[in-house]
């Protein structure tokens, strides 16, 4: 009897333990996240001052350099036009639904104010937490609340004694238990006074610091260290599950303020729309001035897009991968997650007027009874000084096509041609399996 009490016991204690190895992201965060679809990544630290690549100037440099960097940096960070309210109301207004911001990167400065390290935001003349105040405006906005963290952290390396790299043992929290406790005071301390809703890890390796996080908070979900994050390239086809491509504007995540060369709007948007067809949500990057604006470029690049998602964001909110085709020559496709609703993005159509009619060809898809085509955003009831024009949008079920006749009504611009992808709605369609 004592043995198979013992065995009992022992399983419950194995079943236990598999249960905590085990832990993940919640399924229903997973799909919440999923149907965001847009968000935005900060990268901003002390060093944005200089214009160079964030953190990774450490590696590799001098001694002179290394010692400036950690005795003198901190003294002249002074981002006195930081308005976090200002940013909030920006990225709401993009259609993003969520902003994950660097609350420390590998080079160890923390943008909170932190009882692990003196190398901080409140120990620069502007002397004060930034991730409070940034995390405050996000809820604001109704916007959900990412931190990155980065467990490795050459602040520590070089307190230790240790080589700044990237790829040296004890830069892994695995091989540096100084290291590991270091990380997980500090995460101990964002999710207490933050309570992130995601939490984002850039490191080659992570220990069990995943598991740490879900076990402080099981409703924060994980994006790096847990699920796919391709970071500047779009997969060639859709990832089963929760996926996220995090992306610069132009070819560095800092701020740049010279040499830089930035994607337009328009490219801006097609990732974010090629993305959606293959079912990943899109982190679009900015790096702010050390000043705490950010740049006008950067800005300029957030208003098309918002402009366009004003239009067209019900065909990249709670949408997932049409099951049949994800994309038919300049055309891509999602469906929304629950009906049998198609949205046709039509990108490429250059110097398409305001009022002017063109046809397309859907593949893979079949009209019902029911079936109702629309232009995301416009009524089709008018063109602007056109009133003969009847801007309806229709269509025609061919043997094996399904036919939509577009026209572009509303007017988004000046000059009356809008060089964004037009997005068209059909609903109650069937899905055609080849």
Known sequence: MRSKIQITILLALVCCLSTFAQLKNKPQLSEDFMDMGFGIFVHWSVDSQLGSVISHSLVGASDDYVNKYYNELSKTFYPDKFDADEWARLFKISGAEYVVFTAKHHNGFCMWDTKTTSFNSMNTPYRKDIVDQLVKAL????????LYFSPEDFSILKKQGNLISR??????????????????????????????????????????????????DPNIFVTRGEIKTPEQSVPDAPMPGPWETCMTMGTQWAYKPTNEKYKSGTEVINKLIEIRAK???????????????????????????????????????NVRS????????????????EENTAYVFITGQKDWFKGFRRNFMLKNMKATEKTKVSVLGQSDLEVEYWPENIP????????KLLEISVSRAQRLYNDKIWPNAIVVKVTNVEFIKK
């Open 139 to 146: 809820r604001k906005q109704n916007l959900k609340v990412g």
């Open 167 to 216: 790829n040296s043992k004890m830069s892994q929290v695995t091989e540096n238990p100084e290291l590991l406790a270091y990380d997980k005071k500090q995460i101990s301390e964002l999710i207490e006074k933050f309570h992130p809703d995601m939490m984002f890890f850039d490191s080659f390796k992570h220990g069990d610091l995943v598991q740490f996080v879900h076990d402080k």
């Open 279 to 317: 079912g990943g949500n899109f982190l679009l990057n900015i790096g702010p001035k050390p000043n705490g604006e950010i740049p006008i470029e950067q800005e300029e690049r957030l208003r098309e897009v918002a402009l366009w998602m004003y239009v067209n964001d019900e065909g990249v909110k």
């Open 322 to 337: 049409l099951p049949t085709i994800i994309k038919d020559g300049d055309m891509w496709f999602t469906k929304n997650k």
């Open 392 to 399: 309806e949008t229709r269509y025609i079920q061919h043997e």
